[in-house]
Every structure is written in C-alpha cells, then in structure tokens.
C-alpha cells in the first residue's frame, strides 16, 4: 500500500513532508509522542490526544505486534498520510474496496482505544466526550446520553432484531463497514494536500 | 336619502349614481373588490390544484409542480380571455419588484444548506457567474447574427436588444429539476451546484438586466464608447458584491435583535422578515442588487437566528415564507397563462426557433466548457454523467417571463415578439424537459446519496472534520478544512457570544441528537403509552419502529448492565405488572406534563432536564438505566437511603459464601439469588435497589479503570455478575 501511495506522490511532495517531519522532529531520525505538542495549532483540537496517538498506534503502522510505538520514523510518518490521500479516478473496483476498508479501519482504531477489536459503550463514550470537550457548556451526562443513543442506533442496524436473551457486546469492525455502508468515506477522509500545491504553510 | 344609506360610494362616483330612485335592500358592488377578490380567486384555485395534483400519487413522479402551475395560469387566463373580462392591473414593474419577487428570493436563500454551499462555493460561484455571462452573452450575440440575415425580417432588433434578450432567457429557474434531484436523492455535489446556481443566477440576471435597460436608456445610446462598456463591467461587480456585503449586514443585525426577544416572542418572525426586506429596499434604492443582498442577509442570519427563537416563532418563520412565496409563484405564473392566451404574441418562426435552439446549445457549451476548467481544481470532478444532467436541468421558469413582460413597449417595440419566443421556450423546457428528467437521471443511475440523519453519522463526521484538521496541522498545510475551522472558531469566540442569547452555543450533534428526541418522545407521547401495559414482552407500542428501537435499547441497556440480571424471577418477561405498572403511569405522567409544559413555553427542551425518551423508553424493567439518565440529585437521597439499607444483606451474604474460587463464586450466586429471592418482598421495590446497585457500578466504573469493568460486565453474565458484587462488597 505504501508503495503504491509513493508512486502516486510526487517527489516534491514527498520533499515537503519529509522537511515537515524534520521540522517536528528537531532534526532526529524517528518522532516521539512528546514532538507533536510543538504544533501550536493542534493544541485547539478536542481529539488532540487520540489523533497523537493514531500516529503511533502499530495496528496503523502495519506492524504484526499490537500496541503503541514509542516512536516513528519517516516511513512510518508516510504510512500514516497515506491513509489520506483521496482516491484517483482510474482506480478499480478491488482498488477502492481496498481503499475504502483501510480508511475505514483507520477510523476504527480511533475509536477501539484499547485494541481488542469491538467499540464498547465506555469507547464510544470517551470519543463523544472528547469531541464535545470543547463546549464547556455540555454536561458529561449529555455526551453520555448521546454515545448510548449512537450505540442502540448502530446495534439495530448492525443487529436487527435481538432476541430477549442476545448480548450486544461492541461495534466490530464489519458491524462499523455496516453503519458506514451509505456514506462515501472516500471523499470525506482525504487532505488536500497530497494532490495539489501547497497553499501556505504553518510553522 | 340616498347619500345617507350609501356611504360607500363615497370617492371617484358621479354624481347621479349617488342618487338612486329607491332604496334598496340588496344591492351588489361588484367593482370595490374586483382586484383583491380575484388574486384570492386565482390564489385559492392554484392551491386546490396543487391539492388534487398531490392527492392522485401518480402525477407528481411524472411531472414537476411547476408543470401544474403553469397549467393554471393557462387555464385562468383561458377563462379571462373567453370571458373577455378586462384583467386587473396586478403585474407591473413595481408590483413585480417590490412585492412579487422578494419572498421567492428570500425562501430560496433561507432554504439553503449552508454547509454544501460553502463546500462547494468555489465551483458554484465560478460556475453561475461565469455560467450566466457566458449564456447570456453567447444567445444575445447568436441571436443578432441570425437578425442580420434579411430574410428573416428582424432586422430592426439590434445588438443591444438582443443583448438584452440573451440575458433574460438565461435566467435559470431549476426548481422543477431541484425537485426532481431530492427525490431521486442525487449526491449532494450535483444537488450543490444546481441549487447554487439557481440562487446567484436570479441575481446575476437581473444585474444584467439592468445595466443593458440603462444603456439604451442612455441619451445616445447609438454611440456607446469603450468607456461605458467598462463602466458597465464595473458596475456588474459593484453591485453583486455590494449586495452581498448589504446583505450580511443587515443578517448581523438582526441577528443581534433576535438576541433581546425572550419575552415578546410574538415578533420574532416580524423581525426576520422585516429586515430581510429592508435589505431587499435599500439596495434597491442605491442600484445594488437587492436579490443579493436578500439572499445573503437569509444565510447570514439563519444560523443564528435559529438559535435565538423560540421553537413556535421557528415554525412560524419557516411556514410563513414558504406560503409567501407560493402565493408570489402563483400569481406569477398566473399572469403568465394570461399572457399565453392573450392577444399580446407576435410569432416569428426564425426567432423563436433559433432562440430555443441558442439556449440549448450555449447551456451546453457553457456547462462542458466551464466544467472541464473548474475539474482541474477540485478533487472529486464531476463526470460527464453529471455535467450533462447539469446542462439538461438548465429550465427557464418565473423569472424570465416577468423580466420579458416588463420591458418597456417603448424601447422596445418588438416587445412582443420576446414575449412569445420566451414562452415558447419556458413552456418546453418545463413541460418537455421536466418531465423526462426524472427518467433520465435514473437511466443514467446518477451516483446518490444517502441522506439518513443518524447520531452515529454526525459524531463521525464530527470527528472527521477534526482529525482532518488535526492531520492538516501536522502536516503544516492550510486547506478548506483549516479555514472552515478557523471561521468556526472566529465565530464561536466572538460572533456567538454578540449575536446568541445566554452564551450557549450548541454543538451540531446535540441539537441533532435533540432533535431526535424530541420526536421521539411526540411520537412516544402521542401513541399512548398509557395504555400499553407491561405485561407481556414489551410495549405495545402502535408503530413498529419505535418498538424495534425500543427493544433495542432494552436489549442493549439490559446486557451492558448486567448487574441487575439476577435470576428469572427478575427477568423483565415474568415481572410483576403492578410496581412497574404504576411506576410506568406515574413517571410517563410526569415526563408528558413537563414535556407539555416546555412546549407550551416555547422553548425546545431545556438539556438540562433529563431527557424524557429515555425515561419513558426505560420504564419496564430497566429502571436503572432510566435512573442513569435522570437528574441524579432527585433519586440520589432515595439511593442513598437504600444503599444502607443494601449493604447490609449483601454484607451478611459475603459472610456466608468466601469468593476463592470460581466454583464457590457461582455457588454463592446461587445462593445469592436465593437468598435474593427470599429477601425479595423485604427489599425496596426493584428500581430503587437496581438504582442502587447501578450507582456503586457507576463509581466504580469511575475510579477504576472503565473500559475493562465495563467490558467484562457485557460479555459473561454470570461469573461477572458476582465478581462485580464481590467487588462491590469489598468496597464497602
């Protein structure tokens, strides 16, 4: 998958992000987690913290052990943006498919903090929680509230009808391809970046 | 005598017909109401028309509304024109400008998703600007080509006029193809671009419009130097970009008023429109477009109106402008079907025919030119398939004819002529086009979209909008996403805090998770939930849906709690009816009168009152989760007195059974439940013990680490369910 983003990315591209990663990195070979509080403007963002560690998480990394990484290099830097660059037209059938599941399995691991799978209530809640940090005005029972109603509404897409007796344990991941099934994450989950000129940049 | 009994002859009569021989008892004046009897006359018919074209199920997939009106407008005026009745004076320039045309603007703009728009504003600006010159410009230029040719006999129309022409027939009036792009439910893209399109189209038009009526008013309009054609050009962006500038003021300040309304809701909507129009009039006054600036004061305001007003004025707003803006369609399109069958056409088979045609074929080469440019810059380009369906909605409507019919007869005397060409060709394209639309874009399987308004969708897209974001930071690169956040937090900083009462600025998931519930909790109340006894499996809940949820959520709720899941005898399906019976009455009671009253109020539900669904959804066996929802200070002094009460059973019962090992521990259960069982009646009635025991569970989950606890308690029912008590048990 890698080389197939490379091979789609110009060098000059490639150039920017690796002066990007040197930038952050304070000139070291690899990026530890510590690097990414010099981002001023990441400072605002609710999801900081989970966005951080998506970056270090070895699921994303396509490393075979699971867990989090102490710290990355720039290929692993790479591997990770590509899980944003949007989709070309010449792309087929097997490709997007392809495509679409990584983005999607990205997004899952955003939610399944702790690796085993399935996005229980207490995930789902911390993630609503956070992206509803920001207002100080939300009550944590509002955000609580919220992430329980999100879960019945994805158990009864994903379940249907339940018997009396059955047990809704989390989302898993094909339960996730489910509830996604209508959206098009393709053209939602892409920077722009990675096909155009830069516009400006932030230092 | 006479002059005493009639008052009302008073002003404008002669003499002598004051002066009547007798008196009479029953007299008929039928000319003091002829003009306002007959706009209702024919208001009323359009509107029973629509009626029955909704009624008869078939009609509205064959064809657009607008087909219907133009159809009564026809028929009207057939009725007019055979009764040779003398037609009042409804439609003139003012009347048109001033009164018919605002509130179809203003529904238009306020109507509008702002979130696509503003995506996508970049092509869809490029695209109707540059759409509606280039259209404009290519028809009128065609055209006076072909008047060049003698045998045609169009000589006398010169370039000015035909000018003129070209940007009249380009008015676009999609509503017919926007209709029939929801209900195929298209993707959103190809929705964007036509509704933006429609929106600055009008504008744009009537800018034009305008500024070629001004050149040949000019005093020697035959020599028009380079200097006039720039200061026309600059005129053109002088007043579209003044009107929109206008027009965000004006949003801003009502906005700002809308922030002082708590206690005089009853003016809310008063407020909205009023400033609305007044931007619409003073634009006006300075020649700046007033569409614009309307346009622009309704997007501008909506947001933040919307947050201001109550829930009744919001209602109130939304209705209002839409009745508004029929009635103005409907006499619009009445005075066309008037027009149709009047005496007021010259037919010229040459322009007529070679106008359609023009229209076609630039709407065409302006779409596949433009959109092959604006391609290279966007990510996702749209395809042939969406451009051609683009070019083939591209329907006249309203807007062209008035702009036709108001031309002065004096300036221009083939007047008639453009009358005639312009209904020729709104009539195919509503009629021919509209109609097969519909099958085309499904022939062509346009890609759709799928527009379900779930929570699990706005919390992705939530955090989408963030990690992309986020990802644009790390990687050092401003895009749309930047700004977009960066506009929202400008806004959230200091616009909310100016423009929105009480400082409470509301996130787009939990006004759509209101939103929700709010339904819901109608739908719950008005199917009567008195009724439904809890006696068998679940509610007996009319309508399938809510009792699919409803179950889910029990099902859910009653596994991720495992806790009060003790033996059978708890099982929700063998519970005693009565304490869950009447707790039911009393608390559904309770949640419809605070839920009555808060409408009543006006005010939408206040978040921080316990939302009632869950209440109500809750009510059978799952107290507990119920409780969870509700405001815990109430039920905490109850749980309190129960814990107490709790703990020392379960204190006595650990005596008894020693947790070492699994064996034991599922033999404590037993013993457990039996002694549960036995201790049963003594117990508080369920909910409270179950509220009870979800509160330790609660503290716990809170101190220890959460996502192992509560993990645990969802996949093994029983080993979990005495561990946990276990755990409990050791805490206290």
């Not at chain 2, 000319?31 to 009624?55: D, M, N, R």
């Not at chain 2, 010229?348 to 023009?358: D, G, I, K, M, Q």
């Amino acid at each position: 998958f890698l080389s197939l983003f490379l091979l789609l990315v110009t060098s000059e591209q490639i150039e920017h992000l690796h002066r990007r990663f040197k930038q952050l990195s304070g000139d070291q070979p690899t990026i530890r987690k510590e690097h990414f509080d010099n981002i001023p403007d990441l400072e605002f963002n609710p999801i900081r913290s989970k966005i951080v560690h998506a970056f270090f998480d070895k699921r994303n990394l396509r490393q075979e052990s699971d867990g989090l990484a102490d710290e990355i290099n720039f290929e692993d830097f790479l591997t990770i943006m590509s899980y944003f660059r949007p989709i070309e037209m010449n792309m087929d059938e097997e490709q997007l498919d392809h495509f679409r599941k990584e983005k999607l399995k990205f997004l899952f691991h955003m939610y399944d903090s702790d690796h085993d799978g399935k996005i229980t209530l207490q995930e789902y809640r911390n993630v609503v929680e956070e992206l509803l940090s920001g207002n100080p005005h939300l009550e944590k029972e509002s955000a609580r509230s919220i992430a329980d109603g999100a879960m019945m509404e994805a158990a009864s897409i994903c379940v249907g009808q339940m018997e009396p007796d059955q047990v809704y344990e989390g989302i898993t991941f094909e339960d996730f391809l489910k509830i996604w099934q209508g959206i098009d994450i393709e053209t939602k989950m892409h920077v722009r970046f990675l096909n155009m000129e830069t516009i400006a940049q932030c230092h | 005598m006479s002059s005493d009994t009639t008052p009302r002859y008073e002003p404008g009569e002669a003499e002598d017909s004051l002066r009547d021989e007798r008196l009479h008892v029953f007299k008929v004046n039928y000319y003091y109401v002829q003009i306002p009897c007959e706009v209702t006359l024919w208001i009323l018919l359009a509107s029973l028309a629509k009626i029955g074209f909704h009624l008869y199920h078939r009609l509205p997939r064959l064809m657009p509304e607008s087909c219907l009106q133009i159809a009564v407008g026809v028929l009207v005026g057939a009725i007019i024109f055979g009764t040779d009745h003398k037609t009042p004076p409804v439609m003139n320039t003012n009347i048109y400008f001033l009164y018919l045309l605002p509130p179809i603007v203003l529904k238009e703009g306020y109507f509008m998703p702002t979130r696509p728009f503003f995506e996508n504003i970049g092509s869809i600006l490029w695209w109707s600007v540059l759409g509606a010159l280039l259209n404009a410009f290519g028809i009128g230029l065609s055209l006076y080509a072909i008047c060049q040719i003698e045998a045609f006999g169009l000589t006398d129309v010169d370039l000015l006029q035909n000018l003129l022409f070209g940007s009249m027939i380009s008015a676009v009036d999609p509503v017919a193809a926007l209709a029939v792009f929801e209900e195929a439910s298209v993707n959103e893209q190809l929705y964007m671009m036509i509704f933006g399109e429609s929106l600055l189209n009008d504008g744009i038009t009537v800018v034009l419009y305008n500024i070629f009526i001004a050149f040949s008013q000019m005093h020697r309009y035959e020599e028009i130097e380079s200097v006039d054609v720039l200061a026309g050009f600059a005129r053109f962006f002088v007043v579209g970009l003044g009107g929109i500038l206008f027009g965000i003021v004006f949003g801003f300040v009502s906005a700002f008023m809308t922030r002082f309304t708590q206690n005089i809701s009853s003016i809310e909507p008063l407020l909205v429109f009023m400033f609305s129009y007044l931007s619409y009039l003073s634009a006006e006054t300075l020649y700046i477009s007033g569409i614009l600036a309307m346009t622009a004061c309704a997007v501008t305001m909506k947001k933040y109106v919307e947050e201001n007003v109550s829930q009744n004025s919001y209602t109130t707003i939304k209705y209002f402008m839409k009745m508004l803006s029929s009635v103005s369609e409907t006499l619009i399109f009445v005075f066309m079907g008037v027009s149709t069958v009047g005496k007021n056409h010259e037919w010229n088979w040459a322009f007529v025919s070679f106008t359609l045609l023009f229209c076609l074929v630039w709407r065409a080469i302006s779409v596949f030119a433009l959109f092959y440019i604006s391609n290279k810059f966007r990510t996702y380009p749209f395809t042939a398939k969406d451009q051609l369906i683009i070019s083939y909605s591209g329907l006249r409507g309203a807007s062209s004819f008035s702009l036709a019919f108001l031309l002065h007869a004096s300036l221009f005397p083939r007047k008639k002529m453009f009358i005639t060409a312009t209904l020729v060709v709104i009539y195919f394209t509503v009629f021919i086009q509209g109609i097969t639309i519909g099958p085309l874009v499904k022939y062509l399987d346009v890609k759709k979209t799928n527009k379900k308004e779930s929570i699990n969708e706005e919390v992705h897209m939530r955090l989408m909008d963030h990690l992309k974001a986020g990802i644009e930071d790390i990687c050092g690169h401003w895009g749309h996403y930047q700004l977009r956040d960066k506009f929202k937090k400008f806004d959230n900083k200091y616009l909310k805090k100016i423009l929105i009462r009480k400082n409470e600025p509301k996130s787009s998931i939990v006004s759509l998770y209101k939103k929700l519930e709010i339904r819901q909790a109608i739908e719950m109340a008005e199917s009567g939930m008195i009724s439904s006894a809890a006696s068998t499996a679940s509610f007996q809940v009319h309508r399938l849906s809510p009792e699919e949820v409803e179950s889910m959520r029990d099902m859910l709720a009653h596994n991720l709690y495992q806790v009060r899941q003790r033996a059978p005898s708890y099982n929700r399906y063998t519970l005693g009816t009565e304490t869950s019976e009447k707790q039911a009455k009393e608390i559904l009671i309770r949640r419809q009168n605070s839920l009555r009253q808060s409408l009543r109020k006006g005010h939408s539900l206040p978040w921080g009152r316990p939302v009632p669904v869950c209440k109500l959804l809750f009510v059978d066996s799952d107290h507990v989760v119920s409780a969870m929802f509700s405001s815990q200070r109430r039920l905490r002094s109850l749980e309190s007195k129960q814990q107490h009460k709790e703990i020392i059973p379960m204190a006595q019962l650990n005596r008894r059974a020693e947790p070492s090992d699994f064996t034991a521990q599922t033999g404590s259960s037993s013993k457990l439940d039996r002694s549960a069982t036995i201790r049963r009646p003594a117990l508080m009635p369920k909910p409270q013990f179950g509220t009870a025991v979800m509160r330790r569970y609660e503290s716990d989950e809170e101190e220890e680490a959460a996502a192992a606890a509560s993990r645990q308690s969802v996949k093994r029912a029983t080993e979990k369910r005495d561990v946990h008590f276990h755990k409990a048990q050791r805490r206290k």
